[in-house]
């Protein structure tokens, strides 16, 4: 079974410019999350789907940050235009069951220049 | 709200010595999970350990234990005979509603 697959692993982008995180769950697992770590800091819940419906967006830092999950499968995080303080590594969990174990994508570590 | 605490920013240990790592949490939910989760280098975050709140005994994976204190809403992890491979930022996790409330995360480092 394929585990939580990530796109890009890295990515470096000049202040102002847009950029796309994608996510691939793991199958069938209903819930998706993403969530950030900015560097030295914890790790914080950005907005959880349910299918493709969100269902909690409440740490999404502000409107530049638009996510999508379209037919419930795979999700993108779109940041538009991103700021300096935009940086660190985004990462994407899936579960099969409401607060069961998550599991972890490899994270996408964007730099904003 | 919940949150979970790790006091321990950093922490290291000799090779095949055992430590230990801290984590208070708070919450008002009686029936719960916890989790502990190891972020080696390579960035992947992996699950090593889980504790059900219901249950008393401890939960133990080969090396990974912890001692999980309902009570004092502690759940430190310890890992026996610690190896190269367990250097890793450690974080404590709850399962709050909708998301994973993380700490603040320990830097384990092993010296050989």
């Known amino acids: 079974e394929a585990g939580v697959t990530q796109f890009p692993s890295h990515s470096v982008i000049e202040k102002g410019q847009t950029v796309t995180l994608r996510c691939d769950p793991i199958?069938?697992?209903?819930?998706l999350y993403w969530y950030r770590r900015v560097m030295g800091k914890e790790i914080k819940f950005l907005l959880h789907?349910?299918?493709?419906?969100?269902?909690?967006e409440s740490g999404m830092p502000n409107n530049r940050f638009l996510a999508e999950r379209t037919g419930g499968t795979y999700s993108t995080l779109k940041v538009q235009p991103a700021e300096l303080e935009d940086s660190g590594v985004y990462f994407c969990?899936?579960?099969?069951?409401?607060?069961?174990?998550?599991?972890f994508g490899p994270g996408t570590r964007l730099t904003v220049t | 709200a919940q949150t979970v605490t790790q006091s321990q920013p950093e922490m290291s240990v000799q090779e095949a010595e055992t430590v230990t790592l801290s984590c208070t949490y708070d919450?008002?939910?009686?029936?719960?999970?916890l989790f502990w989760y190891k972020q080696p280098p390579s960035r992947q975050m992996i699950l090593v350990i889980r504790?059900?709140?219901?249950?008393?005994q401890n939960a133990t994976e080969n090396r990974f234990s912890v001692n999980f204190q309902k009570a004092a809403k502690s759940f430190s992890l310890k890992i026996s005979d610690s190896q190269l491979g367990d250097a890793a930022m450690y974080f404590c996790?709850?399962?709050?509603?909708?998301?994973?409330?993380f700490g603040q995360g320990t830097r384990l480092t092993i010296n050989p």
């Open positions: 504790q059900e709140a219901y249950k008393q």
């Open positions: 199958s069938g697992h209903d819930n």
């Open positions: 996790a709850y399962p709050g509603a909708q998301k994973l409330v």
């Open positions: 919450t008002s939910e009686s029936d719960y999970y």
């Open positions: 969990a899936s579960s099969q069951v409401y607060r069961g174990e998550q599991y």
């Open positions: 789907f349910v299918k493709e419906s969100k269902q909690d």
